[in-house]
């Protein structure tokens, strides 16, 4: 409980600057950090005990709270103890001297039907106390996921917010030269474990989105003969099409209840927004005026949506009622406002935006306040947000280059190259897993 | 569906042999350089005198043609969609060689540089496609020969990342899909 309060501060500061609160008022809680510097808080998470997995499975902690930028695991080999016993308290004297905050130990055991059982435990080395302890039972090949949960459960525990580790990222695979490049639809652990390709790259596939509570894309997929977008589902590999249709389709994005999808349709060259209705499959018109309309995203409770247009002279955003009434303009900077994403947690929309021959991803207030540039790039484009909403994934190009998947926290100090070593582009970061 | 196939990847190969045509023909013409030099030369037994030139174009109607002597490619300027000066005489010699050969036709498919995300450029690469059916369209070829697509920033002719590739990548391309000799 001792640290706790310190890591919720630093996590303050960064919703504080967000906020905008006067200048005084952000220096003084400033100075409560290093310059305005997250320092990471130090935790051992020493190999699990028992049957099998155990290093495997501390790497796998160890690797998911160092990329989140707010832990700094400390190296094993400078550990006091080893092959902890999860039912003896640690030597807490030995953990205090090398300056751990936090100690994560665990142990794995083999069930008599084969099933895999962890328990772990979190404790305050300062005080003592056992923070969490929590047990796990799963099929053996599940100890990633397993490991993933246990992250999700120390985050969680330590910064307040909901973890994002046992979650998954739909992205596109590029491969081939830039006129004629093959693009794979791809799935991966959000750590870059267990990719595998879910389209084969004979047509082009762009923009996968996951339905907020189910493991169900949509996206949209580019041929000579025209466009589609398509709902698949990631268990069942149950793929459908939204229909067809006489011009373009594409930007789709799904309702937060999953019901319904938001997209695009072009006709005569006039792009606008349209919502179909997954059950019934009526198709609503939600905008109809002479500028490109796209790039739809839904407010979380439903009610609202953010989207882009050129209604005004150049791609900015508005948010309009989800019915496509009263549309009013939110973007006010500098620069071209383009792919709108609402966070999950309704408290920001992240963005592309294009300014001075460069490109940045940015997050702003629905009402278009507190706008935050979080990177700069020759090209950054096309946010996720991690199921948190704390964590967003985007793409960045260089000059003549590959695209690369990146990932960046909303007070834009932890900025990393995603954990996936290939060309990827559009990620689309899933819902938690159940 | 394997006819589609077989039909894609002839599409394929036509497409593939044009553009390198297209890329032949915008290419300097070599210029006449110092050669050997004509004059009395050492006697000898007399050649067969100089060969005749033959004489190769594409035949007339084909996508060749098209491509070659009237210009499958229109310019557009950074986040235009209004067809330019320079494009007007392009697409009035397309729709005079369409209404030549009514059989043919064709797609029109938008294109944009990468300084844009992939979806508003799919959107401006639609009106861009339909900016240049509405030309043709008026200037006299029916608009059921014609169908349009956005490849947005996913198909540039010219990898660089520069002005001047840039340039060449925001483009209608006028591609021929059936009916040419």
Known sequence: ?434 | MSFDAKRAIRLALIVAATASMAACATKPKPQPGPGPSAGPGPAGPRGPGPAAPIDTRPIPGSVQDFVINIGDFVYFDLDRYDVRSDAAPVLDAQAAWLRQYPSVKIRIEGNCDERGTREYNLALGARRANAVRDYLVSRGVPASRITTLSWGKERPVDPGSNEDAWSRNRNGHTVIVEGAR
Do not use: C
């Open chain 1, 1 to 434: 409980m001792s640290f706790r309060p310190v890591l919720a501060a630093l996590l303050a500061i960064a919703a504080v600057g967000l906020v905008g609160l006067p200048r005084e008022a952000r220096a003084q809680v400033g100075a409560t950090i290093s310059q305005g510097v997250v320092e990471p808080l130090p935790i051992a998470v020493p190999a699990f005990s028992g049957a099998g997995r155990g290093a495997d499975m501390a790497a796998v902690i160890i690797a998911n709270l160092e990329r989140s930028g707010l832990f700094a695991p400390i190296n094993a080999a400078a550990f006091p103890e080893r092959n902890l016993d999860i039912g003896i308290q640690p030597d807490f004297a030995g953990w205090k001297t090398i300056n751990a905050q936090a100690l994560v130990n665990g142990a794995i055991t083999v069930e008599g039907d084969g099933k895999l059982r962890v328990d772990f435990r979190l404790w305050d080395v300062f005080s003592g106390e056992q923070m969490l302890g929590l047990q796990f039972t799963s099929t053996p090949e599940n100890w990633r996921r397993v490991a993933h949960k246990i992250s999700d459960a120390v985050y969680e525990r330590l910064t307040g917010e909901k973890g994002y580790f046992d979650s998954r990222v739909v992205f596109v695979a590029e491969s081939g030269p830039r006129g004629n490049r093959v693009k794979r639809l791809m799935i991966m652990d959000q750590d870059g474990a267990n990719p595998s390709s879910l389209t084969d790259g004979s047509y082009v596939v762009m923009t996968p989105r996951f339905s907020a509570n189910s493991q169900e894309i949509t996206y949209m997929a580019l041929r000579p003969t025209g466009s589609s977008i398509y709902l698949f589902n990631i268990e069942t590999a149950r793929s459908e099409t939204l229909g067809r249709f006489p011009g373009m389709v594409f930007a789709p994005r799904f309702s937060p209840d999953g019901g319904r999808v938001a997209f695009s349709i072009e006709r005569g060259g006039n792009s606008d927004i349209w919502v179909m209705n997954l059950a019934s499959r009526s198709q609503t018109r939600l905008t109809s005026d002479p500028g490109i309309d796209t790039s739809p995203s839904y407010a979380p409770d439903g009610g609202r949506i953010v989207f882009n247009s050129d209604r005004g002279g150049s791609p900015q955003l508005y948010v309009m009622g989800a019915d496509g009434g009263g549309a009013r303009r939110i973007s006010y900077g500098s620069g071209r406002y383009m792919t709108p994403v609402w966070s999950p947690n309704g408290d920001f929309i992240a963005f592309t935006k294009q300014q001075g021959g460069q490109f940045h991803i940015g997050v702003m207030r629905p009402d278009g306040s507190d706008e935050r540039i979080l990177t700069t790039s020759y090209l950054d484009e096309g946010p996720t947000w991690a199921p948190n909403g704390r964590v967003l994934m985007f793409f960045r190009e260089t000059p003549g280059g590959a695209p690369r998947l990146w990932t960046v926290d909303i007070t834009g100090r932890i900025l990393k190259p995603a954990p996936y070593q290939g060309s990827g582009s559009d990620p689309a970061w899933s819902p938690l897993l159940n």
